[in-house]
T-cell receptor, first 114, second 112 residues
Framework: NAGVMQNPRHLVRRRGQEARLRCSPVKGHSHVYWYRQLPEEGLKFMVYLQKENIIDESGMPKERFSAEFPKEGPSILRIQQVVRGDSAAYFC????????????FGPGTRLTVT | KNQVEQSPQSLIILEGKNCTLQCNYTVSPFSNLRWYKQDTGRGPVSLTIMTFSENTKSNGRYTATLDADTKQSSLHITASQLSDSASYICVVSDPNDYKLSFGAGTTVTVRA
């Protein structure tokens, strides 16, 4: 009974490179949420996806960031041309349904931009 | 702008002692309030979930209270253990429920 899996756990990128963060939700969950946690700050909502659809991306920067959740395979958060300010922990959560359903969090990916 | 503020920022307690963490929020409208525990290097794990009509919810040695009128919540940890050392995060959701507003957390350190 695997929980939410994220990989890689740690990712180091130089400025200008691309970062790809993967999230495999709990088996049977079709709702995925991405959050970003800057040092000393709380988690901030980025995007909510349901299989093959972006439901709400209001928390995601319009430039350089994109997310997908294909029919098959993990959800991907992609950051193009990374900058130092992108350094943060990125958490993925999943739920079985929308609404009051519990969101289960993965262990996070810690991105460091040098 | 929705805000969730927690206090204290950090605290140190001796093993076996009790402590209480505070959360004030301005999220409106409000659907439910959750407390999460986040161990270092891990994702948050849910401790309690309360709707606006609930005043208290317990999970083992963790007891959460909610006053929806004053928009305040507290998390009480009884007979602390070393494994309670973690960050405790107050999270409030709007009626859409998927958009969670997170506090910055209170870092609890339990010492033997």
């Amino acid at each position: 009974n695997a929980g939410v899996m994220q990989n890689p756990r740690h990712l180091v990128r130089r400025r200008g490179q691309e970062a790809r963060l993967r999230c495999s939700p709990v088996k049977g969950h079709s709702h995925v949420y991405w959050y970003r946690q800057l040092p000393e700050e709380g988690l901030k909502f980025m995007v909510y996806l349901q299989k093959e659809n972006i439901i709400d991306e209001s928390g995601m920067p319009k430039e350089r960031f994109s997310a997908e959740f294909p029919k098959e395979g993990p959800s991907i958060l992609r950051i193009q041309q990374v900058v130092r300010g992108d350094s943060a922990a990125y958490f993925c959560a999943s739920s079985e349904n929308r609404g009051l359903d519990e969101q289960y969090f993965g262990p996070g990916t810690r991105l460091t931009v040098t | 702008k929705n805000q969730v503020e927690q206090s204290p920022q950090s605290l140190i307690i001796l093993e076996g002692k009790n402590c209480t963490l505070q959360c004030n929020y301005t999220v409106s409208p409000f659907s439910n309030l959750r407390w999460y525990k986040q161990d270092t290097g891990r994702g948050p794990v849910s401790l309690t979930i309360m709707t606006f009509s609930e005043n208290t919810k317990s999970n083992g040695r963790y007891t959460a209270t909610l006053d929806a009128d004053t928009k305040q919540s507290s998390l009480h940890i009884t007979a602390s253990q070393l494994s309670d050392s973690a960050s405790y995060i107050c999270v409030v959701s709007d009626p859409n429920d998927y958009k969670l507003s997170f506090g910055a957390g209170t870092t609890v350190t339990v010492r033997a």
